[in-house]
């Protein structure tokens, strides 16, 4: 969400925006892309090997559309990226989201070993940076922490949704609902997440629980939530790529990761004025003061969740309290159009150092 969400805010009479992806099938972006005012392009590859074959293709869509600089997004993308932009004299921004430890060994060697190849490099909170400074002893280009924002006019409430998704899931009005939104994958803990939510249930008994998203654990999730007989109360509808609908039926947001950069869906949450439980993973802890903004538990004892959100369901005004905390703090530090005034100096600085004319910007992820 945060390639278009980015893209509301950026100044198209300045940059024009090029998207380039890979994985046909993760097009959910690409109408959002278009509709914001982006240029978006399938370069198809059916994984990571695959991917690398398409030097030559990117090479030709940089050169035929005047392209003046690359940001990309991921780790082979962001190879690929780096290796196009020194064939080409293009400068390369490239944005890391994660620790190098989660990486795959191989993934880990290879970004690494093409780090010194961008021009400059951006991570997404300081644990990331911290990372990233301990494995390339030899780091040759600036890095800069940008957090990760959201777009808080977009993302305010609008109560008169709040119902549809109720009706829609079948979800009582009176009820209670924990949710989460996140791509399926280890990190995330979802299947931690759902033994939190069984145990939640037996603390507070009006409560249901919506994990909006999907991935490669999907079928293992839906076996779960049927083992756990919680087929009635874990409520799964699947990719959306409008969220805020979710989020604003939502009386507290769960997150139990084991690892993260700086989550959007969180700062999206937070935006919307959902109150947050959280394991203290990565960049959540540079965004949320315990006890302030949100609760936090270590990552360890995710199990710490379930008093923490027994709590919360029980009591409206702390919820309500903390959601309008939640808010303000997004609303002052992290703005969309504070990364947005950052990124867009990076790009000018970049630009005029290469000087290679009219600004035009790829974003490959």
């Given at each position: 969400?945060?390639?278009?969400?980015t893209l509301?805010?950026?100044?198209?009479?300045?940059?024009?925006?090029?998207?380039?992806?890979?994985?046909?099938?993760?097009d959910h972006?690409?109408?959002?892309?278009?509709?914001?005012?982006?240029?978006?392009?399938?370069v198809?590859?059916s994984?990571?090997?695959?991917?690398?074959?398409?030097?030559?293709k990117?090479?030709d869509y940089?050169l035929?559309n005047n392209?003046?600089l690359?940001?990309a997004?991921?780790?082979?993308?962001?190879?690929l990226a780096r290796?196009v932009?020194?064939?080409c004299?293009v400068p390369?921004?490239?944005?890391e989201?994660n620790k190098?430890e989660?990486?795959?060994?191989?993934?880990?060697i290879?970004?690494l070993a093409?780090l010194?190849?961008a021009s400059?490099?951006?991570?997404?909170?300081?644990?990331?940076?911290n990372?990233?400074?301990?494995n390339?002893?030899?780091l040759?280009?600036?890095i800069?922490t940008?957090?990760n924002c959201?777009n808080?006019e977009?993302?305010?409430?609008?109560?008169?949704?709040?119902?549809?998704?109720?009706?829609t899931?079948?979800?009582p009005?009176?009820?209670?609902?924990?949710?989460?939104i996140?791509?399926?994958r280890?990190?995330?803990?979802?299947?931690v997440?759902?033994?939190v939510?069984?145990?939640?249930?037996n603390?507070?008994?009006?409560?249901h629980?919506?994990?909006?998203?999907?991935?490669p654990?999907k079928?293992?999730?839906?076996r779960?939530?049927?083992?756990?007989?919680?087929e009635?109360?874990i409520?799964?509808p699947g990719?959306?790529?409008?969220?805020?609908?979710?989020?604003q039926?939502f009386d507290?947001?769960?997150?139990?990761s084991i690892f993260?950069?700086?989550?959007?869906a969180?700062?999206?949450?937070?935006?919307m004025?959902?109150?947050?439980?959280?394991?203290?993973?990565?960049g959540?802890?540079?965004?949320i003061r315990?006890?302030?903004d949100g609760?936090l538990?270590s990552?360890?004892?995710?199990?710490?969740?379930?008093?923490l959100?027994?709590?919360?369901l029980?009591?409206?005004?702390?919820r309500?309290?903390?959601g309008?905390?939640?808010?303000k703090?997004?609303?002052e530090?992290?703005s969309m159009?504070v990364?947005v005034?950052?990124?867009e100096n990076?790009?000018?600085?970049c630009?005029?150092?290469?000087?290679r004319?009219?600004?035009?910007?790829?974003k490959?992820h």
């Open positions: 969400m945060l390639l278009p969400e509301r805010v950026h100044n198209k009479n300045e940059f024009q925006f090029h998207y380039i992806y890979f994985l046909p099938w993760k972006m690409v109408e959002s892309i278009r509709n914001n005012g982006g240029k978006v392009t399938c198809a590859a994984n990571n090997i695959v991917l690398m074959t398409r030097i030559l990117v090479k940089i035929k392209i003046q690359i940001h997004h991921l780790p082979w993308a962001g190879i290796l932009g020194k064939w004299n390369v921004i490239y944005t989201h190098q989660r990486y795959h060994q191989a993934t880990r290879m970004n093409a010194n190849l400059r490099v951006i991570a997404v909170s300081d644990d990331v940076r990372s990233i400074v301990r390339k002893r030899r040759t280009v600036p800069t940008i957090l959201v808080t977009h993302f305010t409430k609008d109560v008169a949704k709040i119902t549809d998704i109720r009706k899931l079948g979800i009005e009176d009820a209670l609902i924990v949710g989460t996140a791509v399926f280890v990190q995330k803990r979802l299947d997440w759902m033994e939510a069984h145990k939640i249930m603390e507070v008994a009006n409560v629980f919506v994990i909006v998203g999907d991935g654990l079928d293992d999730l839906i779960k939530r049927k083992n756990m007989g919680m009635g109360r409520h799964m990719l959306e790529t409008e969220i805020r609908p979710y989020l039926c507290v947001f769960m997150m139990s993260e950069g700086l989550p959007v969180l700062l999206e949450a937070m935006s004025g959902c109150p947050v439980i959280a394991t203290d993973a990565g959540i802890g540079e965004v315990d006890n302030t609760l538990c990552t360890e004892k995710p199990e710490m969740l379930v008093n959100a027994a709590g919360l029980k009591d409206k005004e702390g309500m309290a903390f309008q905390r939640a808010r703090r997004v609303q530090n992290f159009k990364m005034d950052q990124l990076i790009y000018r600085d630009v005029n150092a290469n000087d004319g009219p600004r035009e910007t790829s490959n």
